[in-house]
T-cell receptor, first 114, second 113 residues
């Protein structure tokens, strides 16, 4: 099956803990992204990588750090989570990093910070 | 920077009536790409349709939209709403050298019998 896969589906943690989310795409795409979808359903891009190279790094807190081992994998680590980090984190991929490229989204990881 | 403005919040329709969700955008670039993504409950967003060509109608799955650069608009329309159209709809813009889409706030469409 070709798609974007994310783990875990759901994660509950306490303030101050570290969490890591994984994303893998089997679509053969060159570019991957992390988005945050908050409780109001606002969808904002956080990072994007093209062939393991960081190309977009939005203004996000420094406790967020993406990691890419190859063009099919993009992970997200959050050091010392805070309550406002509670959200759905969506991984996406696209063929390339042009304006015309469609985003293919994974199922998301829902994070709840207590 | 780029921005996208959509019909605010919730749109409620009776099945069979026409759908129109508004989307306007702002960008300094002359050749933007505009997208509509749809997100059904407990699913992730997926592409509904996209366009780059001025004044050309784009259609998919019964929905259509036309990019009008003169008014910076890309409204989503459907002639007859179905119950299965109930979802969250995002309009998105990608332009210039940033290579990252800007999403609107989303419009929730609820279609009832």
């Amino acid at each position: 099956e070709t798609a974007v896969f994310q783990t875990p589906n759901y994660h509950v943690t306490q303030v101050g803990n570290e969490v890591s989310f994984n994303c893998k795409q089997t679509l053969g795409h060159d570019t991957m992204y992390w988005y945050k979808q908050d409780s109001k359903k606002l969808l904002k891009i956080m990072f994007s990588y093209n062939n393991k190279q960081l190309i977009v790094n939005e203004t996000v807190p420094r406790r967020f750090s993406p990691q890419s081992s190859d063009k099919a994998h993009l992970n997200l680590r959050i050091k010392s989570v805070e309550p406002e980090d509670s959200a759905v984190y969506l991984c996406a991929s696209s063929w390339d990093w042009g304006n015309q490229d469609t985003q293919y989204f994974g199922p998301g990881t829902r994070l709840l910070v207590l | 920077g780029d921005s996208v403005t959509q019909t605010e919040g919730l749109v409620t329709l009776t099945e069979g009536l026409p759908v129109m969700l508004n989307c306007t955008y702002q960008t300094i670039y002359s050749n933007p790409f505009l997208f509509w993504y749809v997100q059904h409950l407990n699913e992730s967003p997926r592409l509904l349709l996209k366009s780059f060509t001025d004044n050309k109608r784009t259609e998919h799955q019964g929905f259509h939209a036309t990019l009008h650069k003169s008014s910076s608009s890309f409204h989503l329309q459907k002639s007859s709403a179905q119950l299965s159209d109930s979802a969250l709809y995002y309009c998105a813009l990608s332009a210039g050298g940033n290579y990252k889409p800007t999403f609107g706030k989303g419009t929730s469409l609820v279609v009832h019998p």
